[in-house]
T-cell receptor, first 115, second 112 residues
Framework: NAGVTQTPKFQVLKTGQSMTLQCAQDMNHNSMYWYRQDPGMGLRLIYYSASEGTTDKGEVPNGYNVSRLNKREFSLRLESAAPSQTSVYFC??????????????FGSGTRLTVV | GENVEQHPSTLSVQEGDSAVIKCTYSDSASNYFPWYKQELGKRPQLIIDIRSNVGEKKDQRIAVTLNKTAKHFSLHITETQPEDSAVYFCAVMDTGRRALTFGSGTRLQVQP
């Protein structure tokens, strides 16, 4: 039982390049989330998916797109990377949306640097 | 959306002392308040949570208190140990977005 698996763990991109961050969970959770973590700013919500087939914008969605491929997988895409997207990205999942039941389980994070 | 403020941003205590971290939130309809601990280079991990139908919850050396009228909640760690050193985040369930909004974090250092 791996929990939430994120790939890659580290990535360096040049400005304008694109990439997809992958996230998969094996806990049969309905809801999945993408956050970014910057020093002194906590974790900010980029996008979330309350259930398979739905996605919604969070606090900082500009420059990102997401795909909920199936119940297990939720990917985050940067179409044209910018230095402002340098951050640590965390994927998370939870059993239910809106109730916090069971809390979030986080992946190990992706450290992304855009030069 | 929800607005969460967390204080202090850094906290240094002596081993064995107590530590208190406070958070305020804006949406009176919010009903779920977890706390996460993040060690350096690691993922955040849930340490305790509270729902709006209770005022206090304890788990060994940690406790959380909730004041819904004042819209604030606090994390209390007693008999602190060096392994408690980490960044602690409060969070609030945003009833509009149906996702957690996090505070900016408190770096706790426990001096041996």
């Amino acid at each position: 039982n791996a929990g939430v698996t994120q790939t890659p763990k580290f990535q360096v991109l040049k400005t304008g390049q694109s990439m997809t961050l992958q996230c998969a969970q094996d806990m049969n959770h309905n809801s999945m989330y993408w956050y970014r973590q910057d020093p002194g700013m906590g974790l900010r919500l980029i996008y979330y998916s309350a259930s398979e087939g739905t996605t919604d914008k969070g606090e900082v969605p500009n420059g990102y797109n997401v795909s909920r491929l199936n119940k297990r997988e939720f990917s985050l895409r940067l179409e044209s990377a910018a230095p402002s997207q340098t951050s640590v990205y965390f994927c998370a999942s939870s059993e239910q949306t809106g109730t916090g039941a069971g809390g979030y389980t986080f992946g190990s994070g992706t450290r992304l640097t855009v030069v | 959306g929800e607005n969460v403020e967390q204080h202090p941003s850094t906290l240094s205590v002596q081993e064995g002392d107590s530590a208190v971290i406070k958070c305020t939130y804006s949406d009176s309809a919010s009903n779920y308040f977890p706390w996460y601990k993040q060690e350096l280079g690691k993922r955040p991990q849930l340490i305790i949570d509270i729902r709006s139908n209770v005022g206090e919850k304890k788990d060994q050396r940690i406790a959380v208190t909730l004041n819904k009228t004042a819209k604030h909640f606090s994390l209390h760690i007693t008999e602190t140990q060096p392994e408690d050193s980490a960044v602690y985040f409060c969070a609030v369930m945003d009833t509009g977005r149906r996702a957690l909004t996090f505070g900016s974090g408190t770096r706790l250092q426990v001096q041996p």
